[in-house]
């Protein structure tokens, strides 16, 4: 039973249905005035709390983007009114489907938010559930074939990002190398528009904007061909956060697949589950207490201190030292800290408690985290991780995007979809 509703429930409510822009949520006002693929998923759960229709229309104004090969963007540019206040727009993305979108992905928490938006509404009315989710299923598992083939060719279980911005946390310390070797020469100027508004000092460099248009452009050269871009991506990351995600999608669809009496993908899924489990497994690091991703251009591990080196807990039943071992290194990071995990290991040259994705606490990270620590049977560190999410947001940083771990401030735009939604979510 959730606890009864307080002022941030009604305020978190009133967030999502601000940011509506029929049927899909902006992520918020004006900074990013279009429909983006993770936070969309993690709104769909927010709005499953209260509103079942309207988390099934998020999913499906969202598959409205979805290309012919599978891939579902990382933006929907469903109305494009607003497109002066962000950059980079269409017109450098260059794709040809027929709703304007990006030309990269995003972590696929499509399918997990599915099973959730799905177990909300049969609670109600288990048919009607059904039959509104089977498109949705079927999108979601085109979505998951594609990751394999475009980003596995290889079969190794694990996926391959091609561009910082695929993995949602896009100046991330664990880029450093690899996008060192990108050049930062562009064919058009690049026109910042973040920093119009929010401070500069939160936001990725300059450097780093060049070299992601760089890479915007050198795939758009190849047409967005998912085999093109594989040959010739100077950018190449193996990489465990999402490929976790993956996995935890690819057993809500593998239980669908179940559900629906769908045998032949229900084997399908089977066997690309296992091959993930296996290699996931094997990115661990008892050296280092976290799972680390590698870098396909170098053969190198990504040894940089993330929090994306804990998400692989989402979707694998560890053994018990290695569960143990993860949650006090996690519980090391956090000490003394408020809003729950940065996203990078405090006191290191690397961290950086306000410059977005490179140390400050996100809540939905938090809520991914918090989910695999409950599956791991690590209840109390979990709830210590949502209790300082809960908390943050409720004495010093409202619904900002992200927080600064040293004061509690809220960090980024204001009056965010995913924070709302994590918000109403972590209350259950
Ligand atoms: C941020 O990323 C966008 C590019 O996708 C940007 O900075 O322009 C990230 O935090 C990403 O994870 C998030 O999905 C997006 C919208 O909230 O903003």
Redesign the pocket.
């Known amino acids: 039973m959730p606890p009864p509703d307080n002022k941030f429930v009604a305020k978190a409510k009133a967030i999502l249905e601000a940011n509506d822009r029929n049927g899909y949520t902006v992520?918020?006002h004006r900074l990013?005035p279009f429909q983006?693929?993770?936070?969309s998923a993690f709104v769909a759960m927010g709005f499953a709390q209260f509103d079942v229709d309207r988390a099934f229309r998020e999913l499906e104004r969202l598959v409205e983007g979805q290309w012919a090969d599978g891939m579902i963007p990382?933006?929907v540019f469903h109305d494009l009114s607003g497109a002066d206040s962000?950059y980079p727009g269409p017109a450098v993305w260059g794709t040809s489907h027929t709703v304007a979108t990006s030309g990269i992905t995003?972590p696929p928490v499509f399918a997990i938010a599915l099973r959730a938006v799905h177990d909300a509404a049969a609670a109600v009315d288990s048919a009607a559930a059904n039959a509104r989710t089977l498109p949705l299923y079927e999108a979601a598992l085109k979505w998951q074939r594609w990751w394999y083939a475009a980003r596995d060719p290889e079969n190794t279980g694990l996926v391959a990002l091609l561009h910082p911005?695929e993995s949602?946390?896009?100046n991330s310390p664990a880029w450093d190398i690899a996008l060192a070797r990108v050049p930062t020469t562009t064919i058009k100027p690049v026109v910042r528009k973040?920093t119009n508004h929010v401070a500069a000092a939160m936001r990725?460099h300059d450097q780093d904007y060049a070299r992601f248009i760089h890479l915007v452009e050198t795939y758009a050269d190849v047409g967005w061909d998912p085999a093109r871009q594989w040959a010739t991506a100077p950018f190449k990351i193996a990489e465990i956060q999402t490929t976790a995600i993956l996995l935890k999608a690819g057993e809500d669809l593998a239980r669908f697949a179940a559900d629906f009496g769908r045998a032949s993908d229900a084997a399908d899924l089977a066997a690309l589950n296992a091959r993930t489990r296996a290699a996931l497994l094997a990115q661990w690091r008892p050296a280092l207490n976290r799972f680390v991703s590698r870098d396909l251009v170098s053969g190198a591990d990504v040894d940089a201190s993330t929090h994306a080196g804990f998400v692989p807990v989402l979707a694998l039943d560890l053994d018990a030292p290695v569960a143990r071992a993860m949650v006090a290194e996690m519980a090391r990071w956090s000490a003394g800290k408020l809003g729950g995990l940065p996203t990078t290991e405090p006191g290191t040259p690397i961290w950086e408690p306000k410059r977005?994705?490179r140390g400050p606490v996100w809540a939905v990270i938090n809520w991914l985290l918090v989910d695999g620590l409950r599956r791991n049977a690590h209840a109390v560190f979990a709830d210590q991780l949502r209790e300082a999410t809960l908390a943050v947001i409720e004495t010093t940083a409202g619904f900002a995007?992200y927080f600064d771990p040293d004061t509690g401030e809220g960090c980024g735009g204001e009056d965010?979809s995913?924070t709302a939604a994590a918000y109403l979510c972590l209350r259950d």
């Open positions: 992520p918020t990013y983006w693929n993770w936070d990382h933006i962000y995003q911005w949602g946390s896009d973040d990725p977005y994705w995007e965010f995913w």
